[in-house]
């Protein structure tokens, strides 16, 4: 069972959740995945020790009013990495957390020992527009977001009857749309400065993707030197959450041997 | 009383869509129709204006068959020209929709100088749909909307040049051509459903207060709360300050009146308010307190609502002339309202303008103790 903490970060509460043994390996969830220990995580839990914290808004962690676009929360969580006196980690991101991840790669690559990106949004892919998640009822975002849909129900929200349940899940979209309604799931900045990044660099994809399609794994693969793609054929845009063990096999292959190495 | 003659001008149809907002497909849209409902529409309102209405009210909506008036000053702009004695109220344009907000202190300067001073300008935030048809983020709609208003305000009152630097608007010289006829200022109107957050601003900035298509009982509450804030600010409000939007029909007398409204106001509320639920609510366009209140006293979607629950609810009014007369009663004896906008939705253009001559003829000369007061001196500035 992981552990629960709470923390400050220059101001900003944090909760987290942690287990495992070895090496630090930072988790930075997607829209949906606050709080929520899954499968993957444990597998990751067996060889590397992992911080799972929750956006400010998301899963009922208090709101911060200060951030206001992606790179603010890029900046917490390398703030976070000082706070847990990490000097260098494996980062690991999911969707939202995918994008947080790559701006962090981008500012400070040298905080990383590897990055693995699960089908990230953050930036502009011609010929793709990510459809619009805002304007989807709870039918249609499962359907759009996952490939087996039961597998949805990990991500279940809790008793919606519960007025405290919904202000919850409110307030985790308004942070969600603080900074990725328009431009909506990217930053117009950060393709170009993908390039940057010199920390080893996996990128894992649904092959049955519906947010972003393997047409983006393609552009993000373009982007940073040297990245390795790794798809999942039962997947949409959760691998993590669709075939646990494959991707956190593929995650803990990547990272593991680049521990040795540095 | 003051009576305003308020449209939507819709685009009536059915569909089986689960939105008449934002994705219901505009290939529905016939501009050949559109053609034939805009000009009917206009000639409405001048109809209004010589039957002895005192305001034409437009107003701003976006993507959907509800309302196709997307900019309401276009239309102010045919009315300054085409009418002479009557206000012209636009309630309102939606401040924060807009990336440029200084053009709303420029065009409604526009319209006050050509139509003589006749102008008053609503300032509303937009209902959610709108950010889904704008991409304007939603979190920032209530913090742009006071920006936006005191930018206008300011560029409206105070000699330019001068700088203005938000955190949303920006601008090195806000120096409009040219300046509002009306001084200060034209009257600012708040068109809301009670938020109280914006009983409060209105309160305090002495913004008339515009309750739209609201449950008579909540009406009086929030009439309540607001005389109550303007007296926190030292004032009592005058009775121009405090405004109600209802449709009325009247017929010969009150089950013709109700079979009318039964169709009109219900396409309103069935057809022409349908969406589902994350349109009408956006993320961040409510603070979470003002979610949380919404969810503690759970009202119902317009969908939702019966004909019954409009008609005894007080959503809208219908009845013969006597009856009309008696539920207007209360809106000017009760709830002490100064102001009625409303519609008279009869189905065609033919019999909505019977129906107005109705009204005319038959209510209207019952309210009039206050006809020879100008509603508009001294309010809202």
């Keep these: ?262 | 009383m003051k009576f305003y003659y308020f449209h939507l001008m819709p685009y009536p149809m059915e569909h089986d869509e689960p939105s008449s907002w934002v994705t219901l497909s505009n290939r529905r849209y016939d501009p050949e129709i559109g053609h034939a409902l805009y000009n009917q529409y206009l000639d409405q309102f001048e109809h209004a204006e010589r039957l002895g209405w005192d305001g034409l009210c437009v107003n701003e909506h976006h993507q959907n068959c509800y309302g196709t008036m997307p900019s309401p000053n276009l239309m102010a702009a045919m009315l300054a020209r085409r009418t002479t004695r009557a206000k012209i109220a636009i309630l309102g344009n939606g401040l924060p929709l807009r990336e440029n907000p200084l053009r709303i202190a420029e065009e409604i300067a526009m319209l006050d100088v050509v139509s003589g001073g006749r102008i008053i300008s609503g300032f509303v935030r937009g209902i959610g749909p709108e950010y889904f048809s704008t991409v304007v983020n939603p979190t920032h709609s209530r913090e742009r909307f006071y920006e936006a208003a005191e930018l206008i305000v300011r560029a409206w009152t105070e000699p330019g040049p001068f700088a203005f630097d938000g955190r949303f608007y920006r601008y090195p010289f806000v120096n409009p051509w040219p300046r509002p006829l009306q001084k200060p200022h034209p009257p600012i109107w708040c068109p809301s459903q009670g938020s109280s957050e914006t009983v409060e601003w209105a309160a305090r900035r002495r913004f008339p207060y515009l309750m739209v298509f609201t449950p008579i009982k909540r009406i009086a509450q929030i009439y309540g709360e607001y005389r109550e804030a303007c007296e926190r600010y030292g004032y009592q409000a005058s009775r121009y300050q405090l405004t109600v939007n209802l449709p009325i029909v009247v017929a010969e007398n009150d089950e013709k009146a109700r079979t009318i409204a039964r169709q009109t106001a219900l396409w309103v509320y069935h057809t022409g308010l349908r969406m589902p639920l994350t349109f009408w609510v956006p993320p961040g366009y409510l603070t979470e307190s003002a979610f949380r209140r919404s969810l503690a006293v759970p009202r119902k979607l317009p969908t939702e609502l019966s004909f019954e629950d409009l008609e005894e609810g007080g959503y809208i009014i219908c009845g013969s002339p006597a009856t009309v007369r008696d539920k207007l009663r209360v809106f000017s004896d009760e709830l002490r309202a100064g102001i009625v906008c409303s519609g008279l939705p009869a189905g065609s253009h033919e019999a909505t303008l019977d129906m107005m001559e109705m009204f005319a003829r038959e209510v209207m000369p019952h309210f009039r103790e206050d006809a020879a007061v100008d509603e508009t001196a001294g309010i809202g500035r």
């Excluded at chain 1, 590397?48 to 917490?76: M, N, Q």
């Excluded at chain 1, 969707?95 to 500012?107: D, K, N, P, R, V």
């Excluded at chain 1, 390039?195 to 049955?208: F, H, Q, Y």
């Design chain 1, 1 to 262: 069972m992981p552990s629960q903490h709470r923390l400050i970060v220059r101001e900003t509460p944090v909760e987290l959740l942690s287990d495992g043994t070895g090496p630090a390996l930072l988790f930075l969830h997607g829209a949906g995945g606050a709080g929520r220990w899954l499968p993957f995580h444990a597998e990751l839990a067996r060889r590397f020790t992992v911080y799972l914290p929750k956006h400010p808004g998301h899963g009922g962690a208090p709101a911060a009013e200060w951030i206001e676009h992606i790179s603010d929360l890029a900046f917490h969580y390398l703030d976070l990495l000082d706070e847990l006196k990490l000097d260098r980690v494996h980062l690991v991101g999911s969707s939202l957390g995918g994008w947080i991840a790559a701006e962090m790669a981008t500012m400070a690559s040298h905080r990383l020992k590897s990055l693995a990106l699960i089908a990230p949004v953050g930036i502009k892919v011609d010929g793709w527009i990510y459809p619009f998640l805002f304007a989807m009822e709870l039918p249609q975002l499962v359907a759009t977001v996952f490939h087996d849909q039961a597998k949805a129900l990990a991500l279940a929200p809790g008793d919606l009857t519960n007025i405290d349940t919904l202000a919850e899940l409110y307030r985790e979209r308004a942070a969600l749309a603080r900074v990725s309604w328009n431009p909506y799931l990217y930053n117009p900045l950060l393709r170009r400065r993908l390039g940057r990044i010199t920390a080893p660099t996996l990128l894992c994809w649904g092959e049955r993707d519906r947010v972003a399609p393997l047409l983006c794994a393609e552009a993000w693969a373009k982007e940073i030197p040297g990245a390795q793609l790794r798809t999942f054929a039962a997947s949409g845009h959760l691998p993590h959450l669709e075939e646990p063990e494959a991707v956190a096999a593929a995650v803990a292959d990547f990272c593991g041997p680049r521990e040795v190495a540095r």
